[in-house]
């Protein structure tokens, strides 16, 4: 036990971390730890998925749980029906964009609130290294009840809601969904969109003949790219395996930068609630607050994670959260990512006026050129951090410590942070409009990272 338990969801190797005897004694200790009276559960699209959701159920039953199964789905549709149903927790048997030898299990509690290791990991975890989990199941009187399947429709209509009343642009959009959830719900949409869909990779196929979805990494996205240029496409949407995560591509076949989506979406939204609240991670910054003050919101920074963004996006009422990495949360699907609900805010927000997609863009890249996050494998984070620290403290800059080490300067300023569950430290910079400021610096911080090894 203990090493498929990581901070906010259970990830581990299949069979030898995580499997159906593990799947059933998680559900059971889930009833002995939160009580539950309904439960919602949904799997992806990988092999092993539907028989690790049905020993989450089976042990749900046998622990006197109602079960809502949703079959499968992306981990969207598992935040939706779980808030929609009044459910007590939502499951979602995924492993995402990790190696097909992996698999694993998110969760949500009442309303499609955020799973933390306080509120629900811990707890689960220490009732599975006890002896108590292995009690005998329930008899038959006291077993939960399996309800019917989620309706989907009720879900595709959420998603028609955040565009209806707007006039949308005949768009040819390609979408690659990498054979993972979210072909299906592109051909749900279709009929009610004026969108020409060119599909490649659409089928769900638990073989994933064609690689893991993760567009994230460079060599998964020619595909896309290529398709755009071929067909004359006005943007492409890519997905990852849960789709909880969109990318797209310009139509000149190039990869948008999950960081200028996120003022994009914001204007969106607050066009729609002005004088909102949104939220933004710390490792990019700038172009996010020009765009929201400009659109009349309000800007705050968060701590990058869907649980810390979900809580604050409560506590402040957030209209909308958006991180560069492409989970972008909205406040009217219970505070939770989408990666439907993004794509679309972009089509509606596009549809104001002529420009195209690499128009906005560009203008907004050129106010504000940034790295991308670049990754470093360090030995030691913390040695690296502070070698960077002190090379620059000196210059008195402005300090960030809400997320790793942040640096200000009046024309530029970087963001170091160590990963979570990786040897890795990952920095992204951005300046005031200068490129050639920006190529510098990232080879003067590179060069200090990689000294301090």
Not at 382 to 398: C, E, G, I, L, Y
Request: aromatic letters at 8%; a negative charge; proline letters at 6%.
């Amino acid at each position: 036990m203990g090493a498929p338990f990581k901070a906010y969801d259970v990830r581990g190797r299949i069979p030898a971390e995580i499997n159906v005897p593990f799947a059933y004694r998680f559900s059971q200790a889930l009833k002995q730890s939160l009580n539950p009276s309904l439960v919602v559960v949904g799997h992806d699209m990988r092999s092993d998925s539907p028989g690790l959701a049905e020993a989450l159920v089976q042990g749900l039953l046998d622990s006197g749980v109602d079960v809502r199964p949703v079959g499968r789905c992306g981990t969207e549709e598992v935040y939706f029906h779980t808030a929609a149903s009044g459910a007590d927790a939502g499951l979602m048997v995924t492993a995402s964009h990790n190696p097909m030898d992996y698999n694993g299990i998110k969760m949500v509690l009442k309303g499609a609130s955020a799973a933390t290791p306080d509120n629900a990991f811990n707890p689960i975890e220490t009732i599975m290294r006890s002896d108590a989990v292995l009690a005998t199941a329930a008899n038959y009187d006291e077993r939960g009840r399996l309800l019917p399947v989620c309706d989907r429709d009720a879900y595709i209509e959420r998603l028609l809601h955040e565009v209806a009343g707007q006039k949308l642009k005949p768009m040819k959009i390609v979408c690659h969904a990498g054979n993972g959830c979210a072909g299906p719900i592109i051909d749900l949409l279709e009929k009610h969109l004026p969108f020409t869909f060119i599909k490649i990779d659409h089928e769900p196929d638990p073989a994933l003949p064609n690689g893991i979805p993760n567009p994230l990494l460079p060599e998964k996205r020619a595909k896309a790219s290529q398709a755009v240029i071929e067909h004359g496409a006005d943007l492409a949407i890519a997905w990852d395996g849960d789709f909880d995560r969109c990318f797209l591509y310009d139509h000149k076949g190039r990869f948008v930068e999950g960081y200028y989506l996120v003022g994009m979406i914001a204007q969106s939204l607050l066009g729609k609630a002005p004088g909102s609240t949104v939220l933004y991670d710390p490792r990019l910054i700038w172009n996010t607050i020009e765009m929201v003050e400009q659109a009349g919101g309000v800007a705050k920074p968060c701590r990058t994670g869907h649980a810390y963004f979900k809580k604050m996006m409560r506590e402040e009422n957030a209209v909308y959260g958006g991180e560069m990495s492409a989970h972008h949360y909205f406040r009217d699907f219970s505070y939770c990512d989408s990666g439907m609900l993004a794509w679309l805010d972009v089509v509606a927000e596009l549809s104001k006026g002529d420009a195209t997609l690499a128009d906005r863009l560009e203008e907004r890249i050129a106010a504000y050129p940034c790295s991308g996050e670049i990754n470093f494998t360090v030995d030691d984070a913390k040695t690296a951090q502070a070698r960077v620290s002190d090379h620059f403290m000196p210059k008195n800059p402005q300090l960030e410590t809400i997320d790793g080490l942040g640096m200000v300067f009046d024309d530029w300023r970087f963001n170091l942070r160590a990963s979570n569950t990786e040897p890795l430290l990952r920095l992204n910079v951005e300046t005031r409009g200068n490129q050639a400021l920006l190529t510098a610096k990232v080879d003067e911080l590179r060069g200090l990272i990689e000294k301090a090894g």
